[in-house]
C-alpha cells in the first residue's frame, strides 16, 4: 500500500520565493495535518483538515503560510515570501480518523526539507 | 491543557543495555498513548500504542504500559541494537478530537556496538 506521499522530498531556493509544498494522503483517510520539524522548536502542528476542511490552524506562524486541501487526495503548503527561518523539514500526515472515535494512529510521510538561502 | 513531557536526551548506550525512556502525559478523559520512532532522514513511524489504563503495548521488543495512576507511558527494550538508534517521541491523543495527536519533545537514542 502506498503511503502518504510529500513532494519534493529537498527544495532550495532564494528568500522572497514562493515555496509548494504537496501531500498525498492515505487513500481513505480524512484527517491531514502539517508539521514543521526543526532542531530548536522540535515538532509543531501548523494546521490540520478533517474532510477537507480546516480544522485548526494556529500554528501556522504568519500570514506568509497558507494551506489548502482542494480534496480528499491533495493538499499543499505555500510560504510566500519565503525566509531563511523557514528552513525546516515539514511533514504531512494522515489518519483515518474521522469521527469522535480515539486511538487511530497517524501515518507521516517522509517530509521535505526546505532550505532557504 | 494537554501536554506529554519526556526524557531529555540525548541518551547513549552500549549494545544489550536496558533502555527506559520516560513519559508524562495529562489530560482529561481518556486519551490512547503512542510512541512513534523516526530515523534518520525518515518520517516518523508508530512504534506502538495503548488505548486504555494498564494496556500494554509491544512492538520490536520495546514495550510501555499505560499507567493511569502515575499518568506515565514510559518506554522500556531488555537489550537495545545498535539499529534502534533513532528519535523516539511519545505522543496522546485527547480521546475525543479528530485525529490530532500531541507529541512531546522526542528524545535521541544512540547505541553503540
Known amino acids: 500500500d502506498a503511503g502518504v506521499i510529500q513532494s519534493p522530498r529537498h527544495e532550495v531556493t532564494e528568500m522572497g520565493q514562493e515555496v509548494t509544498l504537496r501531500c498525498k494522503p492515505i487513500?481513505?483517510?480524512?484527517?491531514l495535518f502539517w508539521y514543521r520539524q526543526t532542531m530548536m522548536r522540535g515538532l509543531e502542528l501548523l494546521i490540520y483538515f478533517n474532510n477537507n476542511v480546516p480544522i485548526d490552524d494556529s500554528g501556522m506562524p504568519e500570514d506568509r503560510f497558507s494551506a489548502k486541501m482542494p480534496n480528499a487526495s491533495f493538499s499543499t503548503l505555500k510560504i510566500q515570501p519565503s525566509e531563511p527561518r523557514d528552513s525546516a523539514v515539514y511533514f504531512c500526515?494522515?489518519?483515518?480518523?474521522?469521527?469522535?472515535?480515539?486511538?487511530?494512529?497517524?501515518?507521516f510521510g517522509d517530509g521535505t526539507r526546505l532550505s532557504i538561502l | 491543557g494537554n501536554s506529554v513531557t519526556q526524557m531529555e536526551g540525548p541518551v547513549t548506550l552500549s549494545e544489550e543495555a536496558f533502555l527506559t525512556i520516560n513519559c508524562t502525559y495529562t489530560a482529561t478523559g481518556y486519551p490512547s498513548l503512542f510512541w512513534y520512532v523516526q530515523y534518520p532522514g525518515e518520517g516518523l513511524q508508530l512504534l506502538l500504542k495503548?488505548?486504555?489504563?494498564?494496556d500494554k503495548g509491544s512492538n520490536k521488543g520495546f514495550e510501555a504500559t499505560y499507567r493511569k495512576e502515575t499518568t506515565s507511558f514510559h518506554l522500556e527494550k531488555g537489550s537495545v541494537q545498535v539499529s534502534d538508534s533513532a528519535v523516539y517521541f511519545c505522543a496522546q491523543d485527547r480521546g475525543s478530537t479528530l485525529g490530532r495527536l500531541y507529541f512531546g519533545r522526542g528524545t535521541q537514542l544512540t547505541v553503540w556496538p
Open positions: 487513500s481513505g483517510h480524512n484527517s
Open positions: 495503548a488505548t486504555k489504563a494498564d
Open positions: 500526515a494522515s489518519s483515518p480518523q474521522g469521527q469522535l472515535l480515539s486511538n487511530q494512529p497517524q501515518h
